[in-house]
């Protein structure tokens, strides 16, 4: 596999959930912790990005910032490719701290559709495209730059603007994709 690194974005408020959404309790563990889990078991350099150190207390991975300027993911997108050049990556996965159920093919997928495309690869399941859940390939990094200081913000529309690749996973339920956003969405999946 290429030089590819994970970034686990968890810089979000979190207010839909009270704020503190990487270390709510899921199934007894904090949420982060499974997508934690699963980072480690690829072996392959991580960092989690953050808007304030404070959001996660127990830190298995060198937290970065979100870039500053900018609101939403796309500032740890953009945080994610400012590590990825410093540390060489061809590519680089993005995951949300949110999403306990990730399949473990997530990163071989992902980067497979990438690299035959030479383009973004977005994670697709139940009819839903999941644009945290995306591998970028150095490649995109300056057209995703280009795309936030034209004051665009949307994870989604740089995405397009990359030309990004669809990666089908098959449907199911509960959705592997699922990111918890409520405590109505945490109390659903906890069964």
């Known amino acids: 596999m290429d030089r590819v ?19 709510r309790l899921f199934r007894g563990r904090r949420l982060i912790d499974p997508v934690i889990d699963l980072v480690n078991a690829w072996h392959v350099p991580a960092v989690m990005c953050v808007r304030e150190p404070a959001q996660v207390k127990q830190k298995a991975y060198q937290c970065i910032l979100d870039r500053p300027d900018i609101e939403g993911p796309l500032a740890g997108l953009l945080a994610a490719f400012d590590w990825a050049c410093g540390e060489n990556l061809e590519r680089i996965l993005t995951l949300p701290c949110d999403t306990p159920l990730l399949p473990a093919d997530v990163l071989e997928k992902l980067c497979g559709a990438s690299k035959a495309g030479k383009r973004p690869a977005v994670a697709v399941s139940n009819g839903r495209r999941h644009p945290v859940c995306a ?49 109505d969405d945490l109390a659903r999946l906890e069964n």
């Open 5 to 23: 690194g994970v970034v686990i974005l968890a810089g979000g408020f979190g207010t839909r959930m009270g704020g503190g959404k990487p270390e």
């Open 135 to 183: 591998v970028w390939p150095a490649e995109s990094f300056g057209r995703v730059e280009a795309y936030a200081a034209a004051g665009r913000r949307s994870l989604v529309g740089a995405l397009e603007a990359c030309g990004a690749v669809d990666v089908e996973w098959p449907e199911g339920e509960p959705d592997l994709f699922v990111n918890i956003n409520t405590p």
